[in-house]
């Protein structure tokens, strides 16, 4: 079913940058677009991951270097029947996490060092394991075809605004050129809210059963969304296609469900945990810190190595 939802994404985004190209330069521009858009999603399905990894200056975590994260994510990988997935770390203040990779043998998680240093070991499980939902529910190829698609549908319309002159503008002349560079940008995003959107209640039921316990992502969901506000991401600026795969929009952080929001408001996803938390059949048994285990990852920031960012 993630298949056909795939090829429906690069469907539809195709036809965008098609619809970009005409506006631009007629039926020429089209046949660029077009050209354009094969190597695009060519290039977004086999390496659309590594690019999103190097657009959040990410780096990789082992064991040793980040311990408590690299056990949460081990544990909750065996929990979801899941390979385990590489683990990145991008030195941002601002509490966020996401995941991407086109397969489950493909897969990676990356956290910021800002959730790091918010979180409870409890709170850090829930959030992770939204994530490996995410993977599990092969959600990571859709969502992040999406992000690199919608990256070059902008820089296209960017194109043609500095380009598009003269005898090569489409039929609609500077009208067309407009529409191409406002519009088009929209339309990507709108693309990505109705991918994102929806799937984000179902990683969280299924993140919450992973880690069996809805309590510690609903926690953390509260605590991050509040903080997302407050600390811009320079990263998400930077690169605002790639807001809807964060577990909360890098960009505002406004909990508001509205036509471009690429989240659904934090406020009904808590919600919606609580009321697993309070239902009797609900799986129990996971989110307490293992006895013998090192301390909370919030009281051990000693242990969150410093990043070189990337210039």
Do not use: C
Request: charged residues 20%; aromatic residues 6%.
């Amino acid at each position: 079913m993630n298949t056909v939802k795939t090829g429906m994404l690069l469907a539809a985004m195709t036809a965008l940058f098609m619809g970009v190209g005409y506006l631009l330069g007629g039926q020429t521009g089209m046949l660029i677009a077009l050209g354009f858009a094969v190597v695009t999603n060519a290039t977004a399905y086999w390496n659309s991951d590594k690019l999103m990894l190097r657009m959040h200056n990410a780096q990789p975590v082992t064991r040793e270097s980040v311990p408590e994260l690299y056990g949460i994510v081990q544990e909750l990988a065996r929990n979801a029947d899941l390979p385990m997935p590489k683990i990145y770390l991008i030195e941002e203040d601002q509490p966020n996490a996401f995941a991407t990779g086109r397969n489950p043998e493909n897969a990676a998680v990356a956290a910021t060092t800002g959730i790091l240093r918010l979180l409870s070991y409890e709170e850090l499980r829930g959030v992770m394991a939204h994530e490996l939902a995410h993977v599990k529910n092969r959600d990571t190829l859709t969502m992040t075809v999406a992000a690199t698609v919608g990256g070059a549908i902008s820089m296209l319309a960017q194109f043609g605004l500095f380009f598009g002159h003269g005898r090569d503008r489409g039929p609609f002349g500077a009208i067309g050129m407009l529409l191409a560079v406002f519009l088009a940008p929209i339309a990507a995003v709108m693309i990505q809210a109705l991918i994102s959107r929806t799937r984000e209640y179902s990683a969280d039921r299924m993140g919450a059963e992973i880690a069996r316990d809805p309590v510690g992502l609903a926690s953390a969901l509260r605590k991050i969304s509040g903080m997302a506000a407050s600390r811009e991401m320079e990263t998400a600026e930077r690169n605002p296609a790639t807001a809807h795969m964060f577990i909360v929009n890098p960009l505002s952080g406004r909990g508001v469900d509205n036509l471009f929001s690429t989240h659904p408001n934090p406020a009904s996803r808590i919600e919606e945990l609580m009321k697993l938390a309070n239902d009797p059949t609900f799986p129990r048994g996971g989110g307490a810190r293992p006895a013998g285990t090192a301390a909370p990852v919030q009281q051990r920031r000693s242990s969150i190595p410093t990043i070189r960012r990337r210039r």
